[in-house]
């Protein structure tokens, strides 16, 4: 049964290369059919698999497999092989479940697209990437599946190509992920080097033998990879591009940008945890990267005006929660919060789809308003995924999921007062602009009048969605409130238990404060935004109110830092280097050969006499080397 | 009786080859520029001709056999190209069909 | 017999020379024949009869005769002969001269390198001639054949469409 797992990576790799090759042939059913049906097969025989895992487990709740050599040179043997254990299964299931809902949405969504079969067969190569991502047992191809995301990404962030701002975003998107990518190999060097393999789990079995706690280059590595990851998953100081990436159809938002790309980083630092565990410093800089990125994203998102860059922030923001919440030991809480999140980010970010489709493109929420009773299915689901990103108290999912991670940022060892405080104060930031974006889109005057009906192909994934984003938090809760832990015994299987510092009482105190900033936020949107809306007008007007706004607006200046000192200076320098010397040579050597052949068709002249001539000549030539050598 | 000293037979063959190159290259009209051609191959014939009999062998002539037939097969369609030419340029002047330049 | 071949020779260089140099066509082809019968009499005196007989029949017969045909069809009439005339200028001679010179000149300097060699002296007839084109060169013998007919169908068909154009105009 197991065996069959080769087939969760495989089938949308099949997809992939069918849509490219015949993709321009097909009808459009037929390429539905291939592009969502290839995920939604992935999708039955990742559910196949993980009932398999869990009710009856191999040996010790993992097993692995290896399909091929992938090159033997000088010792270096990496290999096609996947491990399959708990934290994988978590991550295939929540890949194949929400891609393939999101690609049945986009059967809808892009229906009037031109380039129908070209979105689908990206779409399925990111999806084979990504599996291969979290599925590969050595860091060699996992970097494979983490360059295929990439490409993925560049590809649907320009995938409207004819539009030059959409391929400055991808190119950005690219660019900036490739500065991760280049630490991240930089690392696979160090491990390879002092390990001799890549092999995840025999690097976290050798390091610990052949690294002291807290060595130097257990920590450079592990702050390399770290890098690495950091660029993938748009933190703290590469989150530049993911605002941007929104250039792209919502449905790649959704996938991409929200539930699982922008995870890998997590999902990395998850894998190697061994390594964290044994760089001290490191994980206290995941835990700290985690908890300023929540705190600016936060800050940004509350004053965008655009509905999927602000969405775009709270993606940042929600997985510097889950970066503190690897940093504190809380390996489980981190993986648990990127399930839960993986569901209402894809519920929000298709929901907007539906909101931007109904008011005709526009995409500035405050030329919405009142939408709530024209798409009522839309305002429902989307109001539960904005609930559960707020982290509303009990009845959502990223209440428990949230609230496991700041017990442990306050309870665990390597946690402290100051990254709970923050997180608290980004629950906050959360529940202030989920509600934001629920006010200004959906209550209010209706400044456009709309009866877009969305069809089945959209509805349905959005209402499941809304469903998980209820449902998927009951199975795990904090000790106090129940005994449910199914979750993390699941996990713990693969990923280290965490200690724990605090007890009972505390956690009750913790919790009543968590939910508190929840409403917080939740009373300071509806005061702003509802009650009173002329208090966000007023503060705007004052200079310090609007200069504030514009700094968060604009991401706290970090694009325009890049730009001034990184990004104009080298383009100067290419620009300036353009003619120099060198291209001289090279423009040269096309002149001497541009000449030498008009020479050359000098000869040609067509007339027989002069052919003869050559003839002769060459006579003479030969004859003269027979005779004189 | 003796041979003539072969050498002069070569001499004399490479005098007749090189009045027909000379014959060749200066020459417009394509008739004449044919007979240059016959010329040479003529001279060629006997440079075989005096080469076998220097060994004492047949096979000079066989050679010049062969020569004979390629150059009568080779006259035969020159002459009917250059009917084909005389018909589309209405001259026989080698200078005129210089189209194919470049 | 000697002397047979240095008057032949003589006859030859003048009677080529002429052909070369002359306006009209009838009268190149007319001394393109002395110059053929000249080269026979050069092969006679190498003791090559056979090849000699050859030379007058097939070559100064049947290639003459085709060359006579084609002038007759042709027919360049005076304006071709003034052409001609004015076509042929004094420097045109030159450089193909010296080129043909230095030619010639290297062909004599590699003949008078090489060790001197006596003459065999045989008359080698058309009987040896026949053994070896039966003999070792048979394979030689059909090629020949073959590319006779590829000449005759291909003379046939290039004339045949003059024909028929003409026909259809």
Redesign the interface.
């Known amino acids: 049964m197991f065996k069959l797992i080769w087939l969760v990576p495989a089938l949308p790799l099949f997809g992939f290369l069918f849509l490219t090759v015949l993709g321009s042939r097909l009808s459009k059913p037929a390429i539905s059919y291939i592009g969502a049906g290839s995920v939604g097969l992935s999708a039955l025989v990742t559910a196949a698999i993980a009932y398999s895992f869990i009710t009856s487990p191999p040996d010790d709740y993992r097993i692995a497999f290896i399909f091929a050599d992938w090159m033997n040179v000088a010792g270096f043997n990496p290999k096609f092989g996947i491990y399959l254990d708990a934290l994988a299964v978590v991550m295939i299931v929540v890949i194949t479940f929400v891609g393939f809902l999101i690609h049945v949405y986009s059967t809808e969504y892009m229906g009037d697209d031109d380039g129908y079969a070209r979105f689908f067969a990206y779409m399925n190569l990111f999806m084979s990437s990504m599996l291969i991502l979290v599925l590969a047992d050595n860091l060699l191809f996992l970097y494979l599946g983490w360059e295929g995301v990439g490409l993925s990404s560049y590809l649907l962030i320009g995938f409207w190509y004819t539009d030059p701002e959409n391929d400055k975003a991808a190119i950005k998107a690219f660019l900036v992920t490739r500065v991760g990518d280049a630490a991240f190999a930089v690392g696979l060097f160090l491990l390879f080097f002092h390990l001799g393999t890549l092999n995840i789990q025999e690097i976290l079995l050798n390091a610990p033998q052949v690294w002291a706690m807290g060595s130097f280059v257990a920590t450079a590595a592990a702050l390399l990879l770290l890098v690495g990851a950091v660029g993938k998953s748009a933190q703290l100081p590469l989150q530049v591009w993911l605002p941007d990436a929104m250039a792209g159809p919502t449905p790649v938002s959704a996938l991409i940008h929200a539930a699982t790309m922008v995870t890998a980083g997590v999902y990395l630092i998850a894998r190697m945890n061994g390594l964290y565990i044994l760089a001290p410093i490191a994980q206290s800089f995941v835990a700290y990267i985690g908890m300023f990125t929540l705190l600016l994203a936060g800050f940004s998102a509350i004053v965008q005006t655009d509905l999927k860059r602000a969405l775009a922030y709270s993606t940042i923001s929600q997985i510097g929660y889950m970066f503190l919440a690897l940093g504190v030991d809380a390996w489980s809480g981190a993986l648990f919060h990127f399930a839960n999140h993986a569901f209402f980010k894809a519920l929000l970010f298709l929901a907007a789809g539906a909101i931007i489709n109904s008011v005709h493109h526009e995409q500035d929420m405050l030329k919405m308003g009142g939408l709530r009773k024209q798409i009522p299915l839309v305002f429902w689901v989307f109001l539960i995924g904005a609930s559960a990103l707020a982290a509303l108290p009990f009845i959502t999912n990223g209440f428990y999921s949230k609230d496991l991670i700041l017990w442990h940022a306050w309870a665990s060892p390597k946690g402290n007062v100051l990254l709970w405080a923050g997180g608290i104060i980004g629950a906050v930031l959360t529940g202030l602009y989920a509600y934001r974006m629920v006010f200004l889109v959906f209550f209010g005057e209706a400044k456009i009048v709309t009866d877009y009906k969305p069809g089945p192909a959209i509805s349905i994934p959005l209402v499941i969605l809304a469903f998980f984003s209820i449902f998927s938090g009951f199975i795990q809760m904090p000790e106090v409130l129940g005994q449910t832990q199914l979750f993390t015994e699941f996990t713990h299987t693969a990923l280290p238990v965490s200690r724990i510092l605090s007890g009972h009482t505390t956690e009750a105190v913790l919790i009543i404060i968590a939910s508190a900033a929840s409403l917080i936020g939740l009373y300071i949107a509806y005061k702003a935004y509802i009650k009173d809306p002329q208090l966000a007008v007023n503060l705007l007007k004052t200079s310090p109110g609007s200069a504030l706004n514009n700094f968060f607006f604009h991401g706290w200046g970090f694009d325009f830092v890049y730009y001034t000192f990184i990004v104009d200076p080298f383009t100067h320098l290419a620009r300036a280097g353009k003619n120099d010397v060198i291209d001289y040579f090279y423009q040269g050597i096309a002149y001497v050969m541009r000449k030498a052949n008009y020479l050359f068709?000098e000869i040609?002249?067509?007339?027989?006499?002069n052919y003869?001539?050559g003839l002769?000549?060459g006579?003479?030539l030969t004859?003269?080397a027979?005779?004189f050598s | 009786m003796p041979a003539p000293p072969f050498e002069y037979g070569l001499i004399v063959a490479g005098i007749l080859f090189g009045i027909g190159?000379v014959g060749?290259?200066v020459r417009?009209n394509i008739i004449f520029?044919l007979m240059s051609i016959e010329i040479m191959l003529n001279s060629a014939a006997l440079a075989f001709i005096v080469a076998g009999s220097r060994w004492g062998k047949a096979d000079g002539q066989v050679m010049f056999i062969f020569i004979l037939t390629m150059a009568a097969a080779e006259l035969a369609v020159g002459l009917a190209l250059v009917l084909q030419l005389y018909n589309t340029f209405r001259s026989l002047d080698?200078?005129i069909?210089?189209?194919?330049?470049? | 017999m000697n002397w047979l071949f240095y008057i032949s020779a003589i006859v030859a260089i003048i009677s080529t020379v002429m052909v070369i140099t002359r306006t009209k066509p009838v009268h190149a082809i007319l001394y393109l024949v002395v110059s053929f019968f000249a080269v026979a009499l050069m092969f006679f005196s190498f003791g090559a009869p056979f090849a000699a007989a050859l030379e007058i029949i097939i070559y100064a017969g049947a290639i003459i005769v085709l060359f006579v045909f084609i002038i007759m069809l042709l027919s360049p009439g005076s304006e071709a002969g003034e052409q001609e005339r004015s076509g042929i200028k004094r420097e045109e001679w030159f450089f193909?001269g010296v080129?043909?010179g230095?030619?010639l000149i290297?062909?004599l300097?590699?003949l008078l390198?090489s060790p001197n060699n006596p003459g065999a002296g045989l008359e080698i007839g058309p009987k040896a001639v026949s053994a070896a084109l039966f003999g070792p060169y048979l394979l030689g013998v059909e090629l020949a054949s073959i590319l006779l007919l590829g000449g005759l169908v291909g003379a046939y068909h290039l004339c045949r469409r003059n024909s028929n154009q003409g026909d259809e105009q």
Not at chain 2, 97 to 102: H, N, Q
Request: charged share 10%; glycine share 8%.
């Open positions: 068709g040609q002249t067509g007339n027989i006499r003869a001539m002769i000549f006579a003479l004859v003269a027979l005779v | 190159a060749l290259l417009k520029m080698s200078d069909p210089s189209r194919m330049r470049g | 193909p080129m043909i230095i030619l290297q062909l300097i590699a390198m």
